[in-house]
């Protein structure tokens, strides 16, 4: 429970980080300071990791539980939808491909074919 405290609340921090990064990277001691945070959230004696979730995380996540559930449905069924869409969509388009290549090899076929007939064979000088 500790190690999964400590990568939710390490992966906001990087998320949030991403962003202001850009616009607060050029302030003194920037980058020892993070450093300092993810050694602070990291630390068994210091807990930080537990804290911020405690304290932060966890009461969002409870408030907006019922929305994110919704979300997750409404993202469950678009995908299936998505997917048989897709899978739709490749099968015509592979249905088309194969019989335009049967079309096209055919013809071809059907010239190679004539190329052997009796007559051409007829023409041939003999050896």
């Known amino acids: 429970v500790r190690w999964m405290m400590y990568w939710i609340v390490f992966a906001l921090f990087m998320t949030a980080e991403t962003f202001t ?44 539980e019922k929305d994110i559930d919704a979300f ?27 019989v335009q290549a049967a079309t096209k090899s055919q013809g071809a076929l059907a010239g190679r074919l004539r190329s052997f007939s009796m007559h051409d064979l007829r023409s041939l000088p003999e050896q």
Do not use: Q
Not at 41 to 47: A, G
Not at 49 to 63: D, E, I, M, N
């Open 21 to 64: 990064d850009l616009l607060i990277s050029w302030l003194p001691f920037y980058y020892e300071v993070k450093m300092a945070f993810v050694i602070w959230l990291l630390s068994p004696y210091t807990r930080g990791a537990s804290l911020l979730y405690r304290r932060f995380v966890h009461p969002t996540l409870a408030r907006r």
């Open 72 to 98: 997750l449905v409404r993202a469950r069924e678009r995908g299936y939808e998505t997917a048989l869409s897709f899978g739709k969509r490749g099968l015509n388009l592979a249905a088309t491909a194969a």
